[in-house]
C-alpha cells in the first residue's frame, strides 16, 4: 500500500484478491512462506512513453503510452490496449493484475499484461486515429513481440485502431505475424474474435443459472454499455430467447420496455461502429423507449444484469436496488464494474454474482485461440471456435465451483475464480525460482 498508495483502482483489484487469497496461502504449506503475492503484485515491467501526433489542422499533440507487463510465468504477456482520457498507472495496473488471474483460468498458456493511452478517439477523424495508432506503436513494437507480448483491444481499440496499429508494426519490423489479436479476418484474425467476450459473458450466466436450474430463456436483462461487449452480450440474449431492456453509454442510458430486438440491435450496432454515435438516438428513433440522462441502468427491475461499460460503474445502493427488484444472476462483462460494497450486497443476498475476471474470459480464451490459429497458419470455422469458447467457459466456471464453494452450497464466484488463477501461476513461479 505504502508502494502504490497514489493508484486507488490498482489497490481495489489487488485487495480483492488479496481477502480470498490469503487464508487459502496460510492453509497451503508449498505457497506459504514464499511472498508470492507480493511478487505478484509487483509488476515484471511497465513502459511509459511519449506519443506525438499530428491532428488534421496541424496541430502537435502530446499522449502518454504505456504497456504493463505483469506477469510471464505461465506465457507471453496478453492483454488488450484501452484508448480512453481516463487512463493512468493505476487503471492499467489493475487491468494487467485481473488479466494474469483471467488468463490462467482460461486454461491457455498466456500470461498477463495491459496497456493503452489518455488519447480519446472520440470525435477524432479517421485519419487522426490512424497518425495517433501509428505514432503509438512506432514505440510499443520495440517492446511485444508473437512470443513476447501480444496486446489486443479494450475500450476505444476496435478494428480499426488493430488494423492500423497491426500495419505499423509489420512495416518497422518487416514480419507478418500473430503479434496482436482482433485482427480483420482476411489477414489472420479468428472467427468469433468481436463476439466472443458478450457471447462468453451470456454463457458463464448461464452456467451460473444452471445451478439453480434456470435458463437464459423468458428472463429480463438490463445491460450496460454499447460497445464492443454489451453488443455481443446482448446479441447472444436475444438469441437464447432473454429479453434485452437497457444499454448504455457515459452520456446515459436507453430502456426498451418492449424489449431490443435483433433488428434495433442492428441499429444500435450501425449506430455505434459506424456513425459513432450516441446511445441517446436510440429514443428518438424509438418510441417505445426512454432516455435517461446521466444515470446507469441499475434501478430497473429484471432477473438477469450484465454491466458490460467499465470499472466501478456499480456501487453498493445499485446493488440494493437490483437485489430488492428481484435480480438472481449478475455476470460482469466489463472489467471489475461492480464496486467492492456491491459486491458485498450480492454476496450477502446470496444471488449469482460472477466477477469480470471469470465471466468476461471468453475474449482472451478466444484471442489464445486466434493465436494458435496464427501458428498453425490455419484458420478454424465459425462453429469451432464457438464450441471451443463454450468449452473454456464451462470449464471456467467448473473451477470457480472447485475452489468458490460455500459450506452452506453458495458458491463465492470471487473466491473461487480468485484461487483457480491463483495456483497456476504460483505453481509456475515456484518452480522457476526467485527472479
Ligand atoms: P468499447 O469501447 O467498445 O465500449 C465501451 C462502452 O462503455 C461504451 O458504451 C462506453 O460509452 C462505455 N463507457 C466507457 N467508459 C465509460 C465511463 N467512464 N462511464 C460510463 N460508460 C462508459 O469497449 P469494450 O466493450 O471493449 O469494453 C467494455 C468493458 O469490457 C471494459 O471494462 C473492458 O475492459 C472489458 N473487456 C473487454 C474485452 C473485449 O474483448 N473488448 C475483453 C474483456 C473485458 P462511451 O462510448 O460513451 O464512452
Given at each position: 500500500?505504502?508502494?502504490?498508495g497514489h493508484?486507488?483502482e ?8 488479496a481477502?480470498?487469497t ?7 504449506k508449498i505457497?506459504n512462506?514464499k ?10 515491467r ?6 506525438s501526433w499530428?491532428?488534421d489542422?496541424?496541430?502537435?499533440h ?13 506465457g ?5 490496449l ?7 498507472a ?6 494487467a493484475?485481473?488479466q494474469?488471474f483471467?488468463n490462467?483460468?482460461?486454461t ?6 495491459k496497456?493503452g ?8 477523424s ?11 506503436m512506432a514505440?510499443l513494437?520495440?517492446h511485444?513481440g508473437p512470443n513476447t507480448d501480444?496486446?489486443?483491444?479494450d475500450?476505444?481499440v476496435?478494428?480499426?485502431e488493430i488494423g492500423f ?10 514480419e507478418?505475424?500473430?503479434?496482436l489479436t482482433?485482427?480483420?479476418l482476411s ?6 474474435r ?12 448461464e452456467?451460473?443459472?444452471k445451478t439453480?436450474?434456470e435458463t ?11 460497445g464492443?461487449v ?5 446479441e447472444?440474449?436475444?438469441q437464447?430467447?432473454g429479453?434485452?431492456l437497457?444499454?448504455?453509454?457515459s452520456?446515459g442510458?436507453?430502456h426498451?420496455?418492449d424489449g ?15 456513425r459513432?454515435g ?8 424509438y418510441?417505445?423507449?426512454t432516455?435517461?440522462?446521466g444515470e446507469t441502468?441499475w434501478?430497473?427491475?429484471?432477473d ?5 461499460a467499465t470499472?466501478n ?5 445499485d446493488?440494493e436496488?437490483l437485489v430488492?427488484?428481484g ?9 471489475m464494474?461492480?464496486?467492492?460494497e456491491a459486491i458485498?450486497v450480492?454476496?450477502e ?8 475476471k471469470a465471466?468476461?474470459a471468453g475474449?482472451?480464451a478466444?484471442?489464445?485461440l486466434?493465436?494458435?490459429q496464427n501458428?498453425?497458419?490455419?484458420s478454424w470455422t465459425?462453429?469451432?471456435?464457438d464450441?471451443r469458447?463454450r ?5 471456467i466456471h467448473?473451477s ?9 452450497g ?5 473466491k ?5 488463477g491463483f495456483?497456476?501461476?504460483a505453481d509456475?513461479m515456484?518452480a522457476?525460482g526467485?527472479?
Amino acid at each position: 500500500r505504502s508502494r502504490n498508495g497514489h493508484e486507488p483502482e490498482f489497490l481495489q483489484a489487488v485487495q480483492e484478491v488479496a481477502e480470498t487469497t490469503i487464508p487459502y496461502i496460510s492453509q497451503n504449506k508449498i505457497y506459504n512462506g514464499k511472498n508470492i503475492l507480493l511478487r505478484m503484485v509487483e509488476p515484471e515491467r511497465l513502459i511509459s512513453f511519449r506519443v506525438s501526433w499530428i491532428d488534421d489542422k496541424g496541430e502537435i499533440h502530446v499522449n502518454r503510452g504505456y504497456r504493463v507487463q505483469m506477469n510471464s510465468a505461465i506465457g507471453p504477456y496478453k492483454g488488450g490496449l484501452r484508448f480512453h482520457p481516463s487512463v493512468n498507472a493505476s487503471i492499467l495496473k489493475f487491468l494487467a493484475f485481473e488479466q494474469v488471474f483471467k488468463n490462467s483460468l482460461t486454461t491457455l498458456p498466456m500470461g498477463g499484461g495491459k496497456g493503452g493511452s489518455d488519447f480519446d478517439p472520440k470525435g477524432k477523424s479517421d485519419d487522426e486515429v490512424m497518425r495517433f495508432c501509428h505514432s503509438f506503436m512506432a514505440e510499443l513494437c520495440r517492446h511485444i513481440g508473437p512470443n513476447t507480448d501480444v496486446p489486443a483491444g479494450d475500450i476505444g481499440v476496435g478494428a480499426r485502431e488493430i488494423g492500423f496499429l497491426f500495419g505499423m508494426y509489420k512495416k518497422i519490423r518487416n514480419e507478418f505475424t500473430g503479434v496482436l489479436t482482433g485482427k480483420g479476418l482476411s489477414w489472420g484474425g479468428s472467427k468469433i474474435r468481436p463476439e466472443a467476450t458478450g457471447y462468453g459473458t451470456v454463457y458463464f450466466a448461464e452456467n451460473m443459472l444452471k445451478t439453480r436450474d434456470e435458463t437464459i430463456e423468458g428472463k429480463q436483462v438490463v445491460i450496460s454499455g454499447s460497445g464492443n461487449v454489451a453488443q455481443y452480450a446482448a446479441e447472444k440474449v436475444i438469441q437464447l430467447g432473454g429479453r434485452v431492456l437497457t444499454l448504455s453509454d457515459s452520456g446515459g442510458y436507453i430502456h426498451d420496455k418492449d424489449g431490443i430486438d435483433e433488428e434495433k440491435l442492428a441499429w444500435v450496432m450501425d449506430l455505434k461502429n459506424n456513425r459513432r454515435g450516441r446511445i441517446s438516438e436510440y429514443a428518438e428513433k424509438y418510441s417505445g423507449a426512454t432516455y435517461h440522462k446521466g444515470e446507469t441502468p441499475w434501478s430497473v427491475p429484471c432477473d438477469i444484469a450484465l454491466p458490460c461499460a467499465t470499472q466501478n460503474e456499480l456501487d453498493g445502493k445499485d446493488a440494493e436496488s437490483l437485489v430488492k427488484n428481484g435480480c438472481i444472476c449478475i455476470a460482469e462483462g466489463a472489467n471489475m464494474p461492480s464496486t467492492p460494497e456491491a459486491i458485498h450486497v450480492f454476496n450477502e443476498a446470496r444471488v449469482l454474482f460472477a466477477p469480470g475476471k471469470a465471466s468476461n474470459a471468453g475474449g482472451v480464451a478466444t484471442s489464445g485461440l486466434e493465436m494458435s490459429q496464427n501458428s498453425l497458419r490455419i484458420s478454424w470455422t465459425r462453429e469451432e471456435v464457438d464450441q471451443r469458447l463454450r468449452g473454456i467457459m464451462e470449464d471456467i466456471h467448473s473451477s470457480c465451483i472447485e475452489y468458490g464453494m460455500e459450506s452452506d452450497g453458495y458458491c463465492n464466484y470471487v473466491k473461487g475464480a480468485n484461487i483457480a488463477g491463483f495456483v497456476k501461476v504460483a505453481d509456475a513461479m515456484l518452480a522457476q525460482g526467485v527472479i
